[in-house]
């Protein structure tokens, strides 16, 4: 009674003729097909709806099957495949696809006999093995943003109010503090950092080609002093989101070589799709330094030693004399 579109959909004719076999299957005639679509990667969604005039109209029938004398045309399958429902944005990268997974068989659940004359037992989700779940910092976390870094401080509120998912348990008890990196680093009168600090660089089209190289002057000032990066790299193309090795040439040179190495540091993707940012910010606040909620005392221990050890690492590669940033 469902139907999941595979990505080969979005790439040629050939997969799209199988919308003409669907009209002529006598179950499809008796159960109405819906759409699980999967799209591969998840900015494709776009393609889904160019693809209903252009490819799968030409390959419906215009006649009614034998089997179908009620059918009405190319709009009314076009109509019940495209329409009846949301696509599913399919993303094929660890937690993240078990997030397009959960949506595909809470799809398939919910139009199940059992469950559909009791749809309010899913009406919180399903649930799977390893997926990510809420985090929470152990004390307070300083975040840094540089105002030439555009949509960096967006994205450290969207980072500050997921953490709030774990304040209601003992992991999180602390605030975040978000301020500005030109004036906590180099600002005259600035108050001293205390507590963790974390850089958040935001990777998308403009970063490091701000005007005057604000960006990575203070990304080299960080980690000059010991201070984590966390790099998040922005996946929506409309939102600035490029291939991760577009950053290859727009970064200085000096960042990507010893003894900084800035992409060392895996980026975390930060998808559009509202159960994929979840886990986006989630993952985010992991690599900031925060654990699950229901972890215990010994892996809370486990995870802050880990990050003293990084830092560590980090302020023993640092050079005496900074280097000159030099704009690619």
Known sequence: RDLLLPDRLLQGVPAVRRLRDLQHHPRVHRHPARLL???APHHRNSQVRRLRPLECREHCVEVAPPGYPSYRGPDEML???????????WVRVNA???ESLKAVALRMLLHSP????RPAELADGVLVPGQAGPVAFSGPVTILVCSGNEGAANVAELVETAAGEGRGSTASAETVTIRDAEEALEGVN???LSGHVVFLLYLNDKTFLDAGGAVARLVQ???DRGIAIAPVHEQEPSCGGVPFRNFFQQTPQVLQQQPYKLYNTVAVPLYPAPEHRTVSLRLILTSMGAVPCDAGPLQRRWQLLRRRIAVARLVRRRPAEPQQIVQP
């Open 37 to 39: 679509a999967r799209l």
């Open 79 to 89: 109509a019940r495949v495209f329409e009846e429902a949301a696509p599913i944005v």
């Open 96 to 98: 993240f696809q078990l």
């Open 114 to 117: 059992f469950y559909a004359s």
């Open 190 to 192: 600035a108050a001293p």
């Open 221 to 223: 000032a960080a980690m």
